[in-house]
């Protein structure tokens, strides 16, 4: 079983920027794709980036040329910055891992593990 935790997150004004990162307990993400995830009160869990086992990124178009997501190796982490916030960008963020095939990765159905999430929001 593979368990995440996030960090980061909080509150912001729009404009603004912040860092989440994800950890995973007792393995590495070496071989497996970990993806950035969002939901806003009422809506649906919305992919927000990813990046695979080589590193190969990927963005919702919500947030290209906003976030960029990294993983460092040495600290088996991922991180993902968040730059030029909006009040829309609000939502708790979940990052999650598994082996999704390319069709999957901006799916939630291509991840089986996922961490508890981490509020972010970002005031007008």
């Known amino acids: 079983q593979v368990q995440l935790v996030e960090s980061g997150g909080g509150l912001v004004q729009a404009g603004g920027s912040l860092s989440v990162s994800c950890a995973a307990s007792?393995?590495?993400?070496?071989?497996?794709?970990v993806g950035w995830f969002r939901q806003a009160p009422g809506k649906e869990r919305d992919f927000v980036s990813a990046v695979s086992w080589n590193r190969y990124t990927y963005y919702s178009d919500d947030v290209k040329g906003r976030f960029t997501i990294s993983r460092d190796s040495a600290h088996n982490t991922v991180s993902m910055q968040m730059t030029n916030l909006r009040p829309e960008d609000t939502a708790v963020y979940y990052c999650a891992t598994g082996r999704p095939i390319t069709s999957m990765i901006r799916s939630v159905g291509g991840y089986p593990y996922w961490g508890q999430g981490t509020q972010v929001t970002v005031s007008s």
């Open positions: 007792e393995r590495t993400f070496r071989g497996y794709t």
